[in-house]
């Protein structure tokens, strides 16, 4: 299996998510520039699909306050080492051809 294009908005958002860090809906879209936050939604949805439609990710949800607002908050738990292991080898071919990972 791979991962989605790194142009797309699945990939994207994966890659973006990899990393573990719970981010909201706004944070994510802001870092990738997507709008409307239901198609990340969307996505991070599909990423918990077992084969073949998702990748059937440990995707967390939950809801906090923040500055008197309900928002949803994602993250993405024990991402399986091949995800891992192509992310690290993208990145390392992105660096060799010297273009910022």
């Known amino acids: 299996?791979?991962?989605?294009?790194?142009?797309?908005?699945?990939?994207?958002?994966?890659?973006?998510?990899?990393d573990g860090k719970a981010r909201s809906k706004l944070d994510i879209?802001?870092?990738?520039?997507l709008h409307p936050a239901k198609e990340v939604t969307a996505r991070l949805r599909d990423y918990r699909k077992d084969e073949p439609e998702g990748y059937c990710l440990d995707v967390r949800h939950w809801t906090e306050k923040r500055a008197g607002e309900?928002?949803?908050?994602?993250?993405?738990?024990?991402?399986?080492?091949?995800m891992l292991d192509q992310l690290a080898d993208e990145r390392r071919k992105e660096r060799g051809r010297g273009v910022a990972a």
């Not at 879209?29 to 520039?33: E, F, N, Q, R, S």
């Not at 908050?73 to 091949?82: C, G, I, K, T």
């Open 29 to 33: 879209t802001d870092a990738l520039g």
């Open 1 to 18: 299996m791979k991962l989605p294009r790194k142009d797309s908005v699945s990939g994207r958002v994966l890659r973006l998510m990899l």
């Open 70 to 82: 309900t928002v949803h908050v994602y993250q993405v738990h024990n991402a399986p080492q091949w």
